[in-house]
């Protein structure tokens, strides 16, 4: 069967140091991520080296401020560099979205102080975070997470376990939400919590359908001692600032969503324009092109939607709406076009023989992090007609 190299996406971007960039992160990915991407994630091998050379490249800290290493991109550039890495891999596109995640608490809450001293490294120096929120007993309602900080003099000891954090185990450093105050989302605090910490420990990692590449775990907080100058933002601001970095993140996941899509897409035109049966290639079968065409409609409308979220956030304006719009079209795009993929290749997409049946299984767990879709559309109708009646 030939090989058929599948076409680039045409990008709309706004800048040629935007263009200069999707060529670099293009050229990183098929040079280094994609020809390992099969073997590695089926020995649950976590590319720590890769991200490290995207550190070194400058692309994990793209959408902040230059000044302490950021890259000063607009968020429509640095999701676009999100959806690239994640069709190579997604374990390398979502590693750079939670990490980015990570940061944002710093980037957007902390002090003139708290940044120079942390930013630089955590945004090009080599540093990988995470980002604890979800609790074993806590996820879709974070605000009832019962992980503790407790004031001790300048410092503070944080004691509970977190659940499902993506590099729990490896990270650098970990934005951690905890309880400072009362009951409800009043009472949270954030802290930035250093990953040789003592007392801090990772369970064994979780064993996964798909992205078994992404190490995800328990993390455990017993009686972890760190100073004040470590809290981020105010004293029961905690759960606004976890609000905002995932109103930011929902996009990393709608943009990771579509680069697996695409993926999967470009995998069934190769193999359905390479397959022979009645004497002619699958492709030239109307059922087959239908779904082809419908497939790549679905992706492009689902791009359009999370650029559109993206540009409403680099204007400063509102975006939350169709942050969790793109959220749930573009991973419910991801879990129906890798599906169709699977279908195309037949019995050969049902096989680890063909890359179709891993973007299946890497695609579920899209419509689950971050907020699941179904809290999605319960976000979406808020906006749209208030919230429900108690």
């Known amino acids: 069967m030939p090989d ?105 809450y902390g002090t003139k102080e708290q940044q120079v001293e942390h930013l630089p ?65 009043r009472g949270i605090t954030a802290f930035l919590v250093p990953g040789d910490a003592e007392g801090l420990s990772a369970a064994a990692p979780e064993k996964k359908m798909g992205m078994k590449g992404s190490p995800t775990a328990q993390v455990h907080f017993d009686g972890v001692r760190i100073p004040d100058d470590r809290r981020v933002g105010d004293e029961g601001q905690g759960f606004a600032i976890a609000l905002s970095a995932l109103d930011s993140g929902r996009l990393g996941i709608a943009a990771c969503a579509i680069g697996v899509a695409q993926a999967a897409l470009d995998e069934a035109v190769d193999y359905a324009t390479g397959r022979q049966q009645f004497g002619r290639p699958i492709a030239d079968f109307q059922g087959l092109r239908f779904m082809l065409a419908d497939m790549a409609t679905q992706i492009e409308a689902g791009r359009a939607l999370y650029l559109a979220a993206a540009r409403l956030r680099d204007a400063g304006r509102p975006f939350a709406k169709q942050a969790a719009m793109a959220k749930l079209h573009c991973t419910d795009t991801a879990m129906k076009v890798t599906t169709d993929a699977v279908q195309v290749l037949g019995g050969y997409g049902y096989t680890a023989d063909f890359p179709a049946e891993r973007f299946m299984r890497e695609a579920k767990v899209l419509q689950i992090v971050e907020g699941t879709n179904q809290i999605q559309r319960m976000v979406i109708a808020r906006h749209l007609a208030g919230p429900e009646s108690r």
Not at 151 to 166: E, F, M, Q, S
Request: hydrophobic share 40%; with cysteine; charged share 20%.
């Open 121 to 185: 490294a955590m945004l090009g120096g080599g540093l990988l975070g995470a980002y604890c929120l979800s609790e074993p007993a806590s996820g879709s309602d974070a605000a009832s997470l019962r992980t503790k900080a407790v004031r001790d003099g300048d410092d503070w000891v944080i004691t509970g376990t977190k659940a499902w954090i993506t590099h729990g185990g490896v990270a650098d450093f970990y934005t951690v939400l905890a309880r400072t105050g009362g009951e409800g989302a």
């Open 4 to 108: 058929r190299a599948p076409q680039p996406v045409d990008r709309q971007l706004p800048t040629d140091e935007a263009r200069d960039l999707i060529s670099l992160v293009r050229d990183i990915a098929q040079r280094e991520i994609a020809p390992k991407a099969a073997e590695e994630e089926d020995a649950g091998h976590f590319p720590r080296e890769v991200l490290t050379l995207l550190s070194e490249s400058g692309l994990l800290g793209l959408p902040y401020d230059s000044e302490y290493g950021g890259g000063d991109q607009p968020y429509e550039v640095y999701l676009q560099v999100l959806e690239e890495l994640a069709a190579a891999r997604l374990t390398v596109g979502l590693g750079v979205s939670v990490h980015t995640l990570a940061c944002h608490a710093l980037a957007n």
